[in-house]
């Protein structure tokens, strides 16, 4: 599957996020930040650990599409973004239709690492 078959996250930016940005543009509130908040006195955090240990290279996977879309919709709500964790349904349509494309084609043969070496 190419990634022009599927126009899913085309879709879901177009019926979804834009809607959802203009609503917010229309309450006075920016959907995204364009720019540094002047309020905070500093970006810079002072880690309390200097060297990073094998496990910070590890993170919370989803092993399926129902385990992400339930991850994501807590995250959303969470942050107070209701509307996105209730379109999470469409995210993980997006989310199969990604994993899709990236799954062997017929026959399971996969492309050879050295394959850039004959072009």
Do not use: N
Request: hydrophobic residues 45%; charged residues 20%; contains cysteine.
């Amino acid at each position: 599957m190419s990634s022009t078959d599927d126009d899913t996250l085309g879709s879901y930016f177009d019926q979804v996020l834009m809607p959802m940005a203009a609503a917010m543009r229309g309450e006075g509130r920016m959907p995204f930040p364009l720019a540094p908040d002047v309020t905070w006195l500093s970006y810079y955090v002072r880690r309390k650990r200097s060297a990073m240990e094998p496990a910070d290279f590890m993170s919370a996977s989803c092993a399926s599409i129902a385990e992400l879309e339930a991850q994501l919709a807590a995250h959303w709500e969470g942050l107070g973004r209701l509307q996105l964790a209730a379109s999470v349904g469409q995210v993980a349509i997006a989310a199969h239709a990604a994993k899709a494309s990236h799954e062997p084609g017929p026959g399971g043969a996969e492309v050879s690492p050295y394959v850039y070496a004959m072009f």
